[in-house]
T-cell receptor
Framework: GAGVSQSPRYKVAKRGQDVALRCDPI?????LFWYQQALGQGPEFLTY????????KSGLPSDRFFAERPEGSVSTLKIQRTQQEDSAVYLC??????????????FGNGTRLTVT | KQEVTQIPAALSVPEGENLVLNCSFT??????LQWFRQDPGKGLTSLLL?????REQTSGRLNASLDKSSGRSTLYIAASQPGDSATYLC??????????FGRGTSLIVHP
């Protein structure tokens, strides 16, 4: 497809379950970002990849959160032992250039995670 | 740490008005600033990107200006239409190359 694709669109998990959220960036895009967005708030940074390298994971809220992009394209955000406070929309964005390049971010429609 | 503030938080106007949305940031050593719109239940759509060396960018009825020294950007929407109703967010990128977002301005344009 032409845009960033995220799946699933909605995920309901029981507290304590593990979840995996997928992001397919635009083909050829070097940079990939994960953000977390709570209702009525702006997106909060979680982690950043340049190709397959995870250059920054300072925004991950706990060691229950893990992200990977093993071949420099598709990325997966995994949350272990989900808690209610993990309920949010998880947004993925990609950008054509790496660090130092001025290219706009392209966002997917997000995955809405609800932990019950 | 960079902080981004957007004023007003919400705005409701009649169709046809010209609008100004404001974005301010605390650290002026930025790399670029982007404006996005977000429709309910959707991701963000990039509207304009202003590089640090630029003063403004225009796209159709949208014009964004950047004043790095005062830590401000404005998004001007001319002749607003109901289809412009959305949340508008600005994001500032600095040396870490990580865009930092404001909380957005929720805009309603009524017929």
């Amino acid at each position: 497809g032409a845009g960033v694709s995220q799946s699933p669109r909605y995920k309901v998990a029981k507290r304590g379950q593990d979840v995996a959220l997928r992001c397919d960036p635009i083909s050829g895009h070097v940079s990939l970002f994960w953000y977390q967005q709570a209702l009525g708030q702006g997106p909060e940074f979680l982690t950043y990849f340049q190709n397959e390298a995870q250059l920054d994971k300072s925004g991950l809220p706990s060691d229950r959160f893990f992200a990977e992009r093993p071949e420099g394209s598709v990325s997966t955000l995994k949350i272990q032992r989900t808690q209610q406070e993990d309920s949010a929309v998880y947004l993925c964005a990609s950008s054509l250039l790496g660090t130092g390049g001025n290219s706009p971010l392209h966002f997917g429609n997000g995955t809405r995670l609800t932990v019950t | 740490k960079q902080e981004v503030t957007q004023i007003p938080a919400a705005l409701s106007v009649p169709e046809g008005e010209n609008l100004v949305l404001n974005c301010s940031f605390t650290d002026s050593a930025i790399y670029n600033l982007q404006w996005f719109r977000q429709d309910p239940g959707k991701g963000l759509t990039s509207l304009l990107l202003i590089q640090s060396s630029q003063r403004e960018q225009t796209s159709g009825r949208l014009n964004a200006s950047l004043d790095k020294s005062s830590g401000r950007s404005t998004l001007y929407i001319a002749a607003s239409q109901p289809g412009d109703s959305a949340t508008y967010l600005c994001a500032v990128t600095e040396g870490s190359y990580i865009p930092t977002f404001g909380r957005g301005t929720s805009l309603i344009v009524h017929p």
